[in-house]
């Protein structure tokens, strides 16, 4: 029927002109010719059955098909090139390498990229957020941290700013500390080869030190008034050092200026006394003044949460003193009346008293003068020292300072809203000294999740919390660039659980699972919490044999006398009272047994690994009624380096 039809053909005279070198039509172009014809040959009712059903071919160049009528329409214009209108430049066409070697984003796809919502190819975090810091575009990414927001949000565009300033201070050497400050750097720095400023250094030492531009005022009253800082830098950051380096700079800079006024006064004196003795022969000698020095009038007052850090920051001012000659004194509550009045009476007097607020609110109580000379105050862990469980204690002292006071200086690792909004009214031309990577957890911190409900915890919390740790006691050391050395033989963890109860229960269990495990909390043993701490804080005196006492495992429990011992593996079970400010340089892994309330929670728990360029791991455990969320949240805020909210 086909080959009749053919003969039949009405349009052989068209066909003979197929017989050239065929025009090949666009792909797309030939498609609507066929559903053209197929639509053709449906309301043709003479067609046979044969060329409705047969799958359509077409072809061009057989000779056989010479005489087939064509099933395709040519266009008026086929033997012309395309044109476009005028005017109109002819599209280019993309290839599959045309975007590359570029520096800026070509339009046409920016265009595209916003019609569907996506960020500008520069693609970083900082791309899709606007100067004030808020995000544009995409929608937030984080939800559940969204629910218990609790950081208060700082502009990236003034953080690239300050990353440029960073970069300028490169050295100690070249900060202007008086020399025998150069000297006891190195003494508080120990077994480090560069001794370079961190981030948080070089931000807050030069301005500090008075090296900034200052706003220029005519006001007298205004250029007395009282400098105040805000340092918030990430944990781990060497805060500690950063605002003590420049306070004992000052502190020594006005004993230098006092003894030379006190020499001044003297000769003057000692002339006045020669004159009037040569005008009154008779006159009698008036008795020698006492040189007493004013005891506990100290210059400066570093405030700290909890006797722990007392101890810490102390140790560090101690190994300073040993280079600057001055005076601190460590107090805490976990000394004895007789130490704290020997520290703060001293003969010599004291130059800097480190404390917590509730013990020095109660001395200033009977000593009103202790708080009458003090030009600098430092309040460390800001955010918990303004909460409101310490607040009236830092207040309190902080008005009674206010007088003599020339410097504030506030220091923390978040700056949660409730802080942002007191400074903001109290303090409102405070200078903030945030470094770049305020509330992010460093990317050398890694963080995994157990899912308790599933196989082989089936819910038990506490045995995923003793197999982690027996996995990490088992794993060989690694190697560690940062400390240039096989990491210790002897691994310690950190296991933080919300609430102070749960940390000896925890405990228990995990030492009746052979682990060496310590619960850490306000009522643990004082002098058996310095030992425990000392080996995680890297202050432990080094020990002649392996056998010492502290290396040894607890004794298990009686029942389980023949259970296996985890070795080489310490545990500290704890709340948040190990999560501020100690300097745990030595853990490598942190395990959350609770998922922590707020981001500041995390942000905190987690700086006590990864400290000072180390690398850590974090474990979270994630159980029935946990937050898993906020810790995916979290984990993929680590994986692409940003800040919490
Ligand atoms: N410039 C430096 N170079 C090398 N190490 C330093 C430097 N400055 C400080 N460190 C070390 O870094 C560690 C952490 O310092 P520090 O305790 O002051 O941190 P931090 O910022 O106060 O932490 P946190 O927020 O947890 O309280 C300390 O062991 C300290 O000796």
């Known amino acids: 029927m086909l080959r009749r039809a053919t003969r039949a ?27 053209q014809l197929q639509r053709d040959r449906s309301s043709n009712k003479h067609g046979s059955s044969d060329q409705r059903f047969s799958t359509p071919r077409p072809s061009f160049n057989r ?19 395309a044109t476009r209108p005028e005017g109109k430049p002819a599209r280019k066409k993309r290839e599959p390498f045309s975007y590359l070697n570029k ?21 970083s975090f900082q791309s899709r957020r606007r100067e004030d810091g808020k995000r544009r575009g995409k929608p937030d990414a984080y939800h559940a941290l969204k629910m218990q927001k609790g950081l208060q949000e700082i502009p990236y565009g003034s953080r690239s700013a300050i990353k440029r300033k960073i970069e300028q201070v490169d050295s100690f050497e070249g900060l202007p ?32 030190l008075g090296l900034e531009a200052k706003r220029r005022t005519r006001n007298p009253a205004q250029k007395e008034a009282l400098e105040s800082y805000l340092l918030a830098a990430e944990t781990g950051s060497g805060k500690t050092l950063a605002y003590l380096l420049p306070t004992i700079d000052a502190i020594k800079r006005a004993e230098a200026v006092e003894a030379e006024e006190k020499e001044r006064e003297e000769a003057e004196l000692a002339a006045a006394k020669e004159l009037d003795k040569r005008d009154d022969i008779f006159a009698l000698e008036s008795p020698p003044t006492t040189n007493a020095v004013d005891p506990a009038r100290p210059r400066a007052i570093i405030l700290v949460p909890t006797a722990e850090l007392v101890a810490q920051v102390g140790a560090v001012a101690k190994s300073l ?48 003068n202790i708080l009458s000379r003090v030009s600098h105050l430092i309040i460390d862990e800001a955010d918990s020292l303004l909460d409101r469980s310490f607040k009236p204690f830092t207040t309190g002292i902080l008005d009674r300072a206010t007088p003599s006071l020339k410097k504030l200086v506030l220091c923390s690792a978040t700056i949660p809203r409730y802080l942002d909004k007191y400074l903001a009214e109290r303090y409102p031309s405070m200078k903030r000294l945030v470094t770049p990577n305020l509330h992010a957890i460093p990317r050398r911190v890694q963080l995994g999740v157990v899912d308790v409900n599933k196989d082989p915890y089936r819910g038990n919390k506490m045995l995923a919390c003793a197999d982690t740790i027996w996995q990490i006691g088992k794993a060989s050391g690694d190697y560690d660039p940062a400390e240039g050395k096989e990491i210790s033989q002897t691994k310690r963890i950190l296991v933080f659980v919300n609430e102070r109860e749960e940390t000896e229960t925890v405990a228990q269990y995990l030492v009746k699972k052979g682990i060496d495990a310590l619960a ?8 058996r919490q310095a ?115």
């Open 520 to 527: 850490f909390h306000r009522d643990t043993d004082p002098s």
């Open 177 to 208: 500390f008086l020399d025998t400050l150069q000297e006891a750097i190195k003494d508080a720095l120990p077994g480090l080869e560069y001794r370079i400023p961190t981030p948080a250094q070089a931000v807050a030492i030069p301005a500090l």
């Open 321 to 368: 003193s040993h280079t600057v000659k001055f005076r601190a004194a460590p107090i805490s509550a976990k000394n004895t009346a007789t130490v704290i009045r020997n520290r703060l009476f001293n003969e010599n007097g004291v130059d800097m008293i480190i404390c917590t607020p509730p013990l020095l609110s109660s001395i200033a109580e009977s000593n009103p």
């Open 9 to 35: 053909c009405p349009f052989c005279e068209v066909n003979s002109l197929l017989v050239r070198p065929p025009v090949l039509q666009p792909a797309n172009q030939q498609v609507r010719l066929y559903a």
């Open 103 to 123: 520096t800026r984003v070509p339009r046409d796809l920016e265009q595209e990229q916003e019609r569907n919502g996506q960020a500008s190819s520069r693609g």
């Open 531 to 645: 030992k425990t701490l000392a080996s995680f804080t890297g202050t432990e005196k080094p020990t002649t044999t392996s056998s010492s006492t502290d290396d040894k495992p607890n004794p298990p429990a009686p029942a389980d006398k023949n259970k296996r011992q985890l070795a080489n593996t310490k545990v500290i079970v704890t709340t948040d009272l190990g999560s501020r400010g100690i300097d745990t340089v030595s853990v490598r892994h942190v395990i959350l047994y609770d998922v922590p309330h707020t981001t500041i929670d995390f942000i905190h728990r987690l700086g006590r690994t990864g400290r000072m360029g180390r690398r850590g791991r974090g474990i979270v455990l994630v159980g029935a009624g946990d937050r898993a969320d906020v810790v995916k949240e979290v984990r993929d805020a680590m994986f692409r380096g940003e800040a919490l909210i």
């Open 63 to 81: 000779s056989r098909d010479k005489h087939r009528p064509s099933r395709m329409v040519l266009s008026d214009t086929v033997d012309r090139p």
